[in-house]
């Protein structure tokens, strides 16, 4: 089940309670709670053997299965959406993070092609926001800093937020927070019980970036609660405990000019994910709905390189191709690399990592090839 499916099917419940009696209300949001759990993450699954042995099946997790694994599969085999990879210079390991099961799953790698996994190194505790029971969580990206390992992700939930119109898309407590741990594979442990990012709030897709020696959490407002979706920044605390400030905006959807109307009315923000280009150039990668609904991945540039900017956006979508919600990295051997999933909003077979080669020509970014097992 994709997010756009997500909302919509709440929509529609929430439509529906409008006309229930009250007594039906409890059960009519539980029978959606639990179809959520069972379809909104992807299963990362696999039946590649081991590198170089004779086969057995394995190495992934279907629906339904939580178990953890120590096989090797190819990239092509791993199904899984939102995905991260965090290249760890400590021990030239790639960790390869995205939702399933509950929790994150991590893979890793030494070569971006033949993968280890996936292991749980986080797995959501039932009180985690207290009294608001999260009902998935979306996205998750692992980061290091000043020697500690940070997991950015955002928590679902189908806890409805006081203000509520008829006629509009329903209103959850739904928002980015940071878990800390002293090792890539964890422990993860929360700061607080509740978002980082402000609880009054629709946010999602959180992301870090460093800006003259300060931290920031950079996201998305979603356009459930706004209708033309922002990606902002917010200050946060030495240690990542907690915001130092409140949001500032960058962009909205619309100012992208791929970016079109969803079905449902608004401009979706999906997926930021900053850079710093060779001439000083902000990036920040993002996605959205384009023509024929289908998820597409674009540009913003700030040239002042400041998350302040002013930020313009490129006319044309970097990925335009059924797939987006991408990160950049640096590869081991000095390759400028992106990853993100595809098909979504369209397309066919499953969803699943696909990671490029791309330039930084100076003034934008541009996709050079895809890395495959047979043309890595």
Same mark, same amino acid.
């Given at each position: 089940m994709s997010r756009l499916e997500n909302y919509f099917n709440l929509n529609q419940l929430f439509k529906n309670m409008i006309a229930k009696p009250p007594g039906l209300i409890f059960s009519a949001l539980v029978s959606l709670l639990i179809a959520t759990q069972l379809h909104a993450q992807p299963a990362p699954a696999s039946t590649n053997a081991p590198v170089g042995a004779p086969g057995r099946r394995g190495g992934g997790f279907g629906r339904g299965m939580m178990q953890d694994s120590t096989n090797w599969v190819k990239l092509e085999a791993i199904r899984a959406q939102d995905v991260d990879i965090y290249p760890d210079e400590k021990t030239k390991t790639y960790y390869m993070v995205a939702a399933g099961g509950g929790g994150v799953r991590s893979w890793t790698s030494t070569n971006l092609i033949d993968w280890q996994g996936p292991k749980t190194i986080f797995r959501t505790p039932?009180?985690?926001? &207290?009294?608001?029971?999260?009902?998935?969580?979306?996205?998750?990206?692992?980061?290091?800093?000043?020697?500690?390992?940070?997991?950015? /992700?955002?928590?679902?939930?189908?806890?409805? /937020?006081?203000?509520?119109?008829?006629?509009?898309?329903?209103?959850?407590?739904? &928002?980015?927070?940071?878990?800390?741990?002293?090792?890539?594979?964890g422990p993860y442990?929360?700061?607080?019980?509740?978002?980082?990012?402000?609880?009054?709030?629709?946010?999602?897709?959180?992301?870090?970036?460093?800006?003259?020696?300060?931290?920031?959490?950079?996201?998305?407002?979603?356009?459930?609660?706004?209708?033309? &979706?922002?990606?902002?920044?917010?200050?946060?605390?030495?240690? /990542?405990?907690?915001?130092a400030g409140p949001p500032v905006r960058m962009f909205r959807g619309s100012s992208a000019k791929w970016s079109e109307l969803i079905e449902q009315g608004g401009?979706?923000?999906?997926?930021?994910?900053?850079?710093?280009?060779?001439?000083?150039? /902000?990036?920040?990668?993002?996605?959205?709905?384009?023509?024929?609904?289908?998820?597409?991945?674009?540009?913003?540039?700030?040239?002042?390189?400041?998350?302040?900017?002013?930020?313009?956006?490129?006319?044309?979508?970097?990925?335009?191709?059924?797939?987006?919600?991408?990160?950049i990295f640096n590869s081991f051997d000095g390759k400028l690399m992106m990853i993100l999933h595809s098909p979504d909003g369209g397309g066919s077979g499953p969803r699943r990592p696909h990671i490029f080669y791309i330039e930084d020509t100076g003034e934008t970014l541009k996709i050079v090839r895809e890395m495959t097992s047979d043309n890595p």
């Open positions: 039932p009180d985690i926001w &207290g009294d608001i029971r999260t009902a998935g969580i979306w996205a998750p990206e692992m980061h290091e800093y000043k020697g500690k390992y940070y997991l950015f /992700l955002t928590f679902d939930s189908r806890h409805l /937020l006081s203000e509520q119109w008829p006629d509009w898309r329903p209103r959850v407590t739904r &928002g980015s927070q940071i878990l800390w741990s002293d090792s890539p594979t442990l929360a700061f607080t019980n509740h978002a980082t990012t402000p609880t009054n709030m629709m946010t999602l897709d959180g992301t870090f970036w460093v800006e003259d020696g300060l931290p920031f959490m950079v996201f998305c407002n979603e356009w459930v609660q706004i209708s033309d &979706g922002t990606v902002d920044y917010m200050p946060l605390k030495d240690d /990542l405990s907690d915001a401009h979706v923000t999906d997926g930021p994910y900053v850079w710093q280009g060779k001439t000083g150039k /902000l990036y920040v990668i993002w996605s959205s709905r384009a023509h024929d609904q289908r998820y597409e991945l674009g540009v913003a540039i700030s040239d002042s390189g400041k998350l302040a900017g002013p930020w313009r956006q490129e006319d044309q979508p970097l990925f335009g191709d059924y797939g987006g919600h991408g990160m």
